[in-house]
């Protein structure tokens, strides 16, 4: 018999879970509506982001100054990646910037296994976020409801810029009609670059805030990544609402998956991606930012 | 307020412009005519540096522009209402109205709404749900918003209504009253002349024909010849 309390505590880990996945995955869109190109080295500095919040952590001695620090270091690393090796590539097929960002995908995995090695990383939680709350006799963690709140907060603060501010409306522009809003006076690659970075720092943010629930690993870039894809599909590439049902979804179905069904956990993400591909190929959410 | 000096560019290896020289005066309404595919949006685009241009150039308040990227044309105040109205679907009306950087000028956006009633009945309303006549009048009303001292137009009344042709012709009109110099490419003929001041034709990728708009409206010879009327 699976008691209440068990399906509570898998739920609300799989929120967590999810909304971990929907701050990569709402990069990956966000790139991908805004300059059409596939990022597949998006899960990479997720990971990266893991290896040197684990290093900053150590040296600053503090977790918060590590993830802020750890943000802007993986931001400005995105920031050198978009001008020096995306930028070319704009007005390049879809393959010639798969190529690339897959190339540099597999350099960054096989540099992070030569800087930091193979063995898994775990990051201490920190001392304010210690210990567990008991929700309706669900023993939760206190990490995973800080998981949850920030993950919420974030695509809260995400939404309403990109919906209820000019910033946000010249994205949106940007998204859907290029070239219309370089003709209104809008420096298009400058906008590129800034969202770029963005999707960038969420996705540090993101593979910091797992560090503790996840540990890191070389390998853990593609693994994130592939649900990220996953999710991006599933909701519809270039929905950010899409994306953040889909994150939930598929952050639940992992977590019970592994609990009640494990060798059938990722066997039901890829049926739900197929049915979604077959009934609705343009996935659950129209495209339409956010 | 804006000279093309033997304009040249290329669609990969196609050459659309072959030297296209004009120019618009200040306070001009200049009609650009010609046949489908003789290089119209062609020209607009290089205008607007939507395409680069191989040979020749281009002057917008007698400052060579050729080599400035898009943005920084619209923002020495180059207005663009596209072929195919370049409408966000995503963006609301109000949205679209508040995108353009803000360059001083007389077009509120009270006195958009003042020109352009059904856009502040629809002002809630994304791009997608707006009729076609109704997309036309955005497009131009954004593109004032900008208060653009050089407004560009391509074929502002393709797929509408006759009832909105007359409609975007009366815009026109009053746009005209406000001293603005404007570059109209456009097929149909009669709401042309009925707005320009001076017309030229194009064919094949350069200007074959140009005189007062008036003189155009008798000289069915070359209406016949030039444009297949």
Redesign the interface.
């Known amino acids: 018999m699976i008691s209440f309390e068990a399906l509570l505590t898998h739920l609300l880990n799989g929120l967590a879970y999810g909304l971990l996945l929907f701050l990569l995955a709402a990069g990956l869109s966000l790139i991908f509506g805004m300059m059409d190109v596939i990022n597949l080295s998006h899960g990479s500095f997720f990971m990266i982001g893991g290896f040197i919040g684990i290093g900053l952590v150590g040296v600053l001695e503090s977790f918060w100054l590590a993830l802020l620090a750890t943000v802007l270091i993986v931001a400005l690393l995105g920031l050198v990646v978009e001008v020096a090796l995306l930028r070319p590539l704009y007005y390049r097929s879809h393959l010639d910037q798969i190529l690339l960002t897959f190339g540099l995908a597999l350099i960054l995995e096989d540099g992070a296994e030569w800087i930091w090695g193979t063995r898994i990383q775990s990051l201490r939680v920190p001392e304010a976020l210690t210990g567990s709350v008991e929700i309706f006799g669900a023993v939760v963690p206190v990490y995973r409801l800080a998981v949850l709140a920030a993950g919420v907060l974030l695509g809260a603060a995400l939404w309403y810029v990109l919906e209820r501010t000019r910033l946000g409306s010249i994205i949106r522009a940007g998204v859907a009609d290029r070239e219309m809003t370089a003709a209104l006076g809008f420096n298009i690659p400058v906008i590129f670059a800034g969202v770029f970075v963005f999707g960038v720092a969420l996705a540090a943010f993101a593979g910091f805030m797992a560090a503790p629930i996840l540990g890191v690993y070389p390998g853990l870039d593609f693994q994130v990544l592939i649900l990220a894809l996953i999710i991006v599909v599933i909701g519809g590439l270039g929905s950010l609402t899409g994306a953040f049902w889909v994150s939930l979804l598929i952050g639940v179905t992992q977590s019970f998956g592994q609990a009640y069904f494990p060798a059938a956990a990722a066997f039901i993400l890829y049926l739900i991606m197929a049915a979604v591909l077959l009934l609705r190929p343009e996935g659950l959410f129209k495209r339409r930012y956010a | 307020m804006l000279e093309l000096r033997d304009v040249h560019a290329h669609y990969g290896s196609s050459h659309i412009l072959q030297g296209v020289s004009l120019r618009v005066g200040a306070g001009e309404v200049v009609a650009l005519l010609g046949r489908n595919g003789v290089g119209k949006t062609t020209t607009i685009r290089a205008i ?3 395409i680069s241009v191989s040979r020749g150039e281009i002057l917008f308040k007698d400052t060579p522009i050729q080599d400035e ?3 920084r044309r ?2 020495m105040g180059m207005g ?1 209402v ?1 072929q195919g109205r ?1 409408i ?4 609301s009306v109000r ?2 109205l ?4 803000d360059r001083n000028g007389r077009w509120s956006l009270q006195e958009i709404y003042a020109l352009f009633p059904i856009l502040r009945e629809r002002r809630r309303h994304a791009g997608d749900q707006l009729s076609g006549g109704e997309q036309q009048m955005l497009a131009i009303a ?1 593109a004032l918003r ?1 208060n653009p001292e050089l407004l560009l137009l391509d074929e502002p009344s393709e797929g509408l209504a006759p009832m909105m042709v007359k409609r975007v012709g009366e815009v026109l009109q009053d746009i005209k009253r406000q001293e603005l110099s404007i570059l109209l490419v456009e097929q149909n003929l009669s709401l042309a002349l009925s707005v320009a001041d001076r017309v030229y034709i194009m064919n094949k990728g350069v200007i074959v024909h140009e005189c007062p708009a008036a003189e155009l409206a008798q000289d069915e010879e070359t209406q016949h010849r030039l444009l297949g009327v």
């Open positions: 607007t540096g939507l990227p898009p943005y619209a923002r663009l596209p370049g966000y679907p995503n963006l949205e679209q508040l995108l353009p950087p954004r900008s």
